[in-house]
C-alpha cells in the first residue's frame, strides 16, 4: 500500500472528532474521557487522526509541503491505536493507524525525519537494539541462568528478552525471571543471548520501513534456521511485531506473550503458587498486547460496492478494531495470585490510554511521552491501587520514570514480579 | 490575506506560542468538505471551505475576549467553534481567524439541586451526561450524537433530539450565560447578570434569548459563548453505565425500571397518533425514528451487524437473502424507538400499562425481534447514549437528509409515502445507497412535552466518488423542487444555501438577499439591525442572516 491508496478514507472521514475520544459508550468522567494523547497533548485538529488525513491529503494533493510543523504532527503520537479503534465504532471501513505508518515511510523516504530518530536508528544499523547500546552486551541479562542458547542446543520454546528487557537493568531481572518459571514449569526453553536482534517493530512505528524489514528478514532467517517454531516475548512491542508485523512476510511460528504462557500453565496446573502477595494493583494493556494484539488475518482484495453505493471489501476484509485483543490472560493471571486484588481504571483493554513510550515519542518528544505516561499514573493513584501492573517493557520504563519524576510513591511492577513473588 | 506579523503577534501574546499557527497543513485541517454529512448543502465534489489564516486554541474568557477586540482593531473575522462536525463551524471567508475551543473543556460545576451544570464550549454530551449520572441526574442529548458540544447546540443551533420529549430541546435549556459580544464586550445574561447565579436565563438580568439564538440560533455567526449554565433532568438509573459486550457491540443491562422498544404500527396515521397518546400520557424518556437511518429494507439487516462483533458490512448481501430478516424488516415498516424511565418500579408498571393502552387503540405493536434481551440492552445504551451517530456515514461515508418533513405528526406522515416513492426512484439510478426510499429519521418530540418531529430523509452517497457526490446533488435539487411544487418548500438538503455557496465561501449577496426575501423577509431586516449594532465591524458571518 502506498499513502495515495488512503485517498478514499481520507476524503471519506467525516470529521467526527470520535478519534479525539475513548468510544463514547465508555466515557465515565471528564478526568479519564480522552483516549488521543497526541491532540489530549497538543489540542490542534492536524495532531488528531481526523486532522492527520486532512494533512495528508494536503501533502498529497500539493496544497501543502513539508516544515517543522508538518513534521511535528506527523512525528508527535504514540501510534498507540486509540483513534483506530474509536474510529471503527461506528465507521467499519477507516484505517487512520495504517494511513499514519504510510504518512511516515512517505516522510522518512522523502527524508523528512527527526535528528532524535535518526541517531537511534544510526546505532541500531551497527548494534541491533533501540537502547543505544554494544550488540556484544545484548546477552548479559541472562548471565549466570542456565538455560539453553538455541544457536548450540534445540529448545521446544524461544525466550525473545526484546531490546528493552535486555538492556534496561531496572527491567532485566522481570526477564530472567520468567525464564527461570517457565523452565521450572517444565517448558523446554532457551535463548538466543547476544545473537538476539531487534524485532523492528518500534522502528516501523516511527517509519523506518527497511529497517525493519532487515531486521525482520534477519530474525525469521535466524529462527528458521534454529528449528524454532515457538516464540514466547514478555515485551508487547516484540508480540506485536512477531505476530502482526512479521506474518505478512511469511513468517509461521506460533507466537505467544508471556503471560499467555503462564495463564496457559496455571490453567492446566503445571504452574502452582505457594505464596500470598497481598497488594492492591491496577492492570494497564499495553496497546501492542491489547488493541493491537489482534491476531493476523490475511487478506487481500478490493473495494467494491452494494446497494448501489454501500463501500465494502471483496472478500471480507478483516476488521482489526481491539475486539481480540490480549486482555483476558493478563487478567486471569493476576486474579490467580492468592492476595493480589485487581482494580480497574476508567480506560482499560481497547480504549485503554497509551503510556507514552511508543512510535518514537518517547526518543523525539520526552515531554510528550513523559506527560502522556504521567496522566496513565493519575488514573491509577484514582483508583487506590498501591501499583500499576504492565506486560511490556517500554510502559513500565516510561511509567517508572514518570513516578520517579513527579515523586510518586505508586509502584510499578511487570506481571511476572508478582507472580515471582507468589511462588 | 495572510495575518500582518504585527496581528500574528499580538495574537501570539494573548494566547502563547503554543496555541497560535499558520502552518499552511495546520490550517488544512480545518476545513470542512462540502461533499460531506449533514451540512445541508451541495454536496459539492472536492470543494472544501476556505483556509483560516491562523488558528487560536483559547484557554479562559478573557483570552477570547483580548482575540475579539483584537479582531476588531484590525478587522479580522473569526469563527469559534468546539467539535467541528459540521461546515457551520469553518471560515466562511479569507481574512478569517479559527478560534478552536477545545482547551475551553470543563464542567465546572454541576447544582446537583438546583439541577443545572456550569460548562465551558469543548464539554460534549458524553462528558456531561457521565458526570450528571453520578448525581442521578441526566442531560438532553441532540440528535447529532454525544460527540457534540452541549453549549454549542444551546446557544447556536437547534438544540433538537431524541430526549426533546422528557428534557426540552437545548434552545430550551440554556440559562445563566457569558457571551463575549462580536466587539468584545462582555454580557452575562439572566440572573448571572444581576449577579444572583446562574439559574435562570431570562432575568433578572437582561435577557438576550432571542437576539443570540431564536428558533435555529446564530451558528457561531455572532460573538464567542464561553460558559453557559444548562438545565439536567432526573435520571434514575445507574451512577455509572456498566457497559458490557465486545467492541463495536457494546450493551447496558437494561435496569428493571426501565423500557426500550421498537413500536410498530399498521398505518401512518397509527404512528401519528400513537405519538399523541404518548405526549398526552407523558410517558416517553426518548423517542426516535432511529434505526430507520439505514432505510426501510435495510435497517434490521443493520441491527443484526452492529449487535455481532464479528459481522460487518460485507455481510449485508447475505443477511438480505434470509427471508427472516425481510419478514422482520417489514414487520417494523412504521417503527419508532421509545425509551421509558420509571422514577420507581410502580412507575414503570403504570408506564408500561399505558403503553400497552396506547398500542392496543392504534393496533401497534412492540416488535419482536427488538425484544430480545441482547438487543434491547445494545439499543437502550444506543439511545440513552448517542454514542454511535456517525453510523449516519457508514454506508459510503456521506449522508445528508432530505425534504425534512418537519411539524406535527399528522403531517410528516400524510407525505411519507410519496417521498419514500420519489427517493426510491432516486436510489435506482445508482448515485446514492439503494435503502428502501424510507430513511426518515428523527426525535418523536423535539420540544418539552412533545408536539412535534423532525424528520429528514437520509440520503447516503459516496464523497470520495464524484459520480456519487454529483448525482446526489442532482437528486437533492429535484427533491428541493418537489418540495417547494406540493407546496412543502424546499428541504433541510438546502437550509444553508443562503450561508454559504458552492465555492465553499460566503453566498454572493444578490443570490443570498434572493433567498431570504421571501415571506419571512423582515426578519431578516430586522436582524439586519441587530447585526449592525452587536457586530459593528461586520467580523461575524453570513450563517446569521440578514437583508439589506
Redesign the interface.
Request: proline content about 2%; glycine content about 4%.
Given at each position: 500500500m502506498a499513502l495515495e491508496d488512503y485517498?478514499?478514507d481520507m476524503?471519506?472521514?467525516?470529521?467526527?472528532?470520535?478519534c479525539k475520544?475513548v468510544?463514547?459508550?465508555?466515557?465515565?468522567?471528564?478526568r479519564f474521557?480522552k483516549g488521543c494523547p497526541s491532540v489530549s497533548y497538543n489540542?490542534?485538529?492536524?495532531y488528531s487522526a481526523?486532522?492527520?488525513f486532512?494533512?495528508a491529503?494536503?501533502?498529497i494533493n500539493g496544497?501543502?509541503?513539508y516544515?517543522d510543523?508538518?513534521r511535528d504532527?506527523v512525528y508527535q503520537c504514540a501510534t498507540c491505536g486509540s483513534c483506530d479503534?474509536a474510529d471503527?465504532?461506528?465507521?467499519?471501513?477507516l484505517e487512520p493507524l495504517e494511513m499514519m505508518h504510510e504518512l511516515r515511510f512517505r516522510l522518512v523516504e522523502d527524508g523528512q525525519t527527526l535528528p532524535q530518530h535518526l541517531k537511534v536508528i544510526d546505532s541500531l544499523r551497527q548494534q541491533n537494539n533501540m537502547l543505544m547500546e554494544s550488540a556484544s552486551n545484548r546477552g548479559d541479562w541472562a548471565k549466570g541462568l542456565v538455560v539453553k542458547n538455541i544457536a548450540n542446543k534445540p529448545a521446544k520454546v524461544l525466550f525473545h528478552a526484546g531490546c528493552r528487557f535486555s538492556y534496561d537493568k531496572d527491567l532485566s531481572e522481570s526477564a530472567r525471571s520468567a525464564v527461570t518459571i517457565l523452565k521450572n514449569a517444565g517448558v523446554d526453553i532457551g535463548i538466543m543471548g547476544k545473537d538476539e536482534s531487534c524485532c523492528g517493530g518500534r522502528v516501523y512505528d516511527m517509519g523506518y520501513k527497511d529497517e525493519f524489514l532487515k531486521l525482520a528478514e534477519k530474525t525469521i532467517k535466524a529462527w528458521t534456521a534454529a528449528g524454532v517454531k515457538t516464540v514466547v516475548t514478555s515485551c508487547a512491542d516484540c508480540f506485536h511485531a512477531f505476530s502482526r508485523l512479521y506474518p505478512p512476510l511469511g513468517a509461521k511460528f506460533e507466537v505467544l506473550h508471556t503471560v499467555q504462557y503462564l495463564d496457559r500453565l496455571i490453567k492446566e496446573g503445571k504452574l502452582k503458587f505457594t505464596k500470598t502477595v497481598p497488594r492492591r494493583v491496577t492492570y494497564h494493556d499495553p496497546c501492542h498486547l491489547g488493541r493491537q494484539g489482534e491476531p493476523y488475518v490475511p487478506w487481500q482484495g478490493q473495494e467494491k460496492?452494494?446497494?448501489?453505493?454501500?463501500?465494502?471489501?471483496?472478500p471480507?476484509?478483516p476488521?482489526y478494531?481491539?475486539?481480540w485483543g490480549v486482555y483476558a490472560p493478563p487478567r486471569d493471571v493476576l486474579k490467580a495470585i492468592p492476595g493480589v486484588e485487581l482494580v480497574e481504571m476508567e480506560r482499560i483493554k481497547?480504549?485503554a490510554w497509551c503510556c507514552g513510550a511508543g512510535g518514537g515519542s518517547r526518543e523525539a518528544y520526552p515531554e510528550f511521552s513523559g506527560w502522556t505516561a504521567a496522566e496513565r499514573i493519575e488514573e491509577a493513584k484514582s483508583t487506590g491501587a498501591e501499583a500499576i501492573v504492565s506486560a511490556c517493557g517500554w510502559c513500565e520504563r516510561n511509567f517508572i520514570d514518570a513516578v520517579t519524576a513527579t515523586g510518586d510513591k505508586l509502584k510499578v511492577f511487570d506481571i511476572i514480579d508478582l507472580v515471582k513473588q507468589a511462588i | 490575506m495572510a495575518l500582518t506579523r504585527e496581528a500574528y503577534r499580538a495574537f501570539e501574546d494573548v494566547v502563547g506560542p503554543r496555541n497560535i499557527s499558520d502552518d499552511p497543513a495546520l490550517l488544512d485541517s480545518y476545513r470542512y468538505p462540502l461533499s460531506h454529512t449533514a451540512i445541508h448543502l451541495g454536496p459539492y465534489y472536492r470543494v472544501y471551505t476556505p483556509r483560516g489564516e491562523a488558528v487560536l486554541l483559547p484557554g479562559s474568557t478573557e483570552e477570547v475576549q483580548a482575540i475579539v477586540k483584537l479582531c476588531n482593531k484590525y478587522k479580522i473575522k473569526f469563527k469559534a467553534s468546539s467539535t467541528f462536525w459540521s461546515a457551520m463551524g469553518y471560515p466562511n471567508d479569507e481574512n478569517t481567524i479559527q478560534l478552536d475551543m477545545r482547551r475551553m473543556d470543563r464542567v465546572l460545576e454541576i447544582d446537583e439541586k438546583n439541577m443545572f451544570a456550569i460548562i465551558e464550549p469543548n464539554v460534549i454530551g458524553a462528558v456531561l451526561q457521565a458526570e450528571a449520572m453520578k448525581v442521578g441526574l441526566n442531560t438532553h442529548i441532540i440528535g447529532a450524537g454525544s460527540s457534540c458540544s452541549p453549549l454549542a447546540s444551546a446557544t447556536s443551533f437547534a438544540g433538537a433530539g431524541p430526549s426533546g420529549m422528557f428534557m426540552g430541546g437545548h434552545g430550551e435549556n440554556m440559562l445563566g450565560l457569558e457571551w463575549v459580544m462580536p466587539d468584545g464586550e462582555l454580557l452575562r445574561t439572566g440572573s448571572l447578570g444581576a449577579g444572583l447565579g446562574w439559574f435562570c436565563g431570562e432575568g433578572p438580568g437582561p435577557s438576550v434569548r432571542s437576539i443570540i439564538r431564536g428558533g435555529l440560533g446564530t451558528q457561531g455567526a455572532l460573538g464567542v459563548f464561553t460558559k453557559i449554565a444548562i438545565k439536567l433532568f432526573p435520571w434514575p438509573g445507574p451512577a455509572r453505565l456498566p457497559v458490557e459486550g465486545i467492541v463495536p457491540a457494546y450493551k447496558v443491562p437494561m435496569p428493571d425500571n426501565f423500557r426500550t422498544y421498537t413500536l410498530s404500527f399498521p398505518t401512518w396515521q397509527a404512528w401519528a397518533d400513537a405519538c399523541y397518546k404518548i405526549w398526552d400520557a407523558e410517558i416517553g424518556y426518548i423517542g426516535h425514528r432511529q434505526f430507520s437511518m439505514f432505510g426501510r429494507d435495510l435497517k434490521w439487516a443493520m441491527v443484526k451487524i452492529l449487535t455481532d462483533p464479528t459481522k460487518t458490512l460485507y455481510d449485508l448481501e447475505e443477511l438480505m437473502q434470509d427471508p427472516e430478516v425481510v419478514r422482520i424488516t417489514e414487520d417494523m415498516k412504521r417503527d419508532f424507538q421509545l425509551v421509558l424511565a420509571g422514577m420507581t418500579l410502580r412507575d414503570i408498571e403504570w408506564q408500561d400499562k399505558a403503553l400497552d393502552e396506547i398500542l392496543t387503540e392504534t393496533g401497534g405493536w412492540k416488535s419482536a425481534a427488538m425484544l430480545d434481551p441482547d438487543i434491547t440492552d445494545w439499543s437502550f445504551l444506543y439511545l440513552v447514549r448517542l454514542g454511535h451517530k456517525n453510523l449516519n456515514l457508514v454506508y459510503g461515508g456521506g449522508y445528508d437528509g432530505c425534504f425534512g418533513l418537519q411539524g406535527n405528526p399528522d403531517f410528516g406522515t400524510q407525505y411519507i409515502e410519496e417521498v419514500t416513492e420519489f427517493k426510491r426512484q432516486w436510489e435506482e439510478k445508482g448515485n446514492i445507497a439503494a435503502a428502501g426510499g424510507d430513511c426518515a429519521m428523527g426525535g418523536i418530540g423535539v420540544m418539552g412535552g412533545g408536539g412535534a418531529t423532525v424528520w429528514e430523509n437520509f440520503a447516503h452517497f459516496d464523497p470520495h466518488d464524484k459520480a456519487s457526490t454529483e448525482g446526489t446533488l442532482e437528486f437533492f435539487n429535484a427533491s428541493s423542487a418537489y418540495g417547494v411544487k406540493r407546496g412543502w418548500g424546499p428541504g433541510m438538503e438546502k437550509q444553508n444555501d443562503s450561508a454559504r455557496w458552492t465555492d465553499g465561501k460566503t453566498t454572493p449577496k444578490e443570490i443570498r438577499n434572493k433567498l431570504l426575501s421571501g415571506g419571512q423577509s423582515s426578519v431578516f431586516r430586522y436582524q439586519r439591525r441587530i447585526k449592525e449594532t452587536f457586530d459593528p465591524n461586520d467580523l461575524g458571518d453570513t450563517y446569521y442572516r440578514t437583508l439589506e
Open positions: 485517498k478514499a476524503e471519506r472521514c467525516s470529521q467526527c472528532s470520535y475520544w468510544p463514547l459508550d465508555q466515557i465515565k468522567s471528564q474521557a489540542n490542534f485538529n492536524s481526523r486532522g492527520r486532512a494533512v491529503l494536503s501533502l496544497q501543502s509541503t516544515t510543523r508538518v504532527i479503534v471503527k465504532i461506528c465507521r467499519y471501513n460496492k452494494i446497494f448501489k453505493q454501500v463501500v465494502v471489501y471483496e471480507r476484509k476488521r478494531n481491539g475486539a481497547e480504549y | -
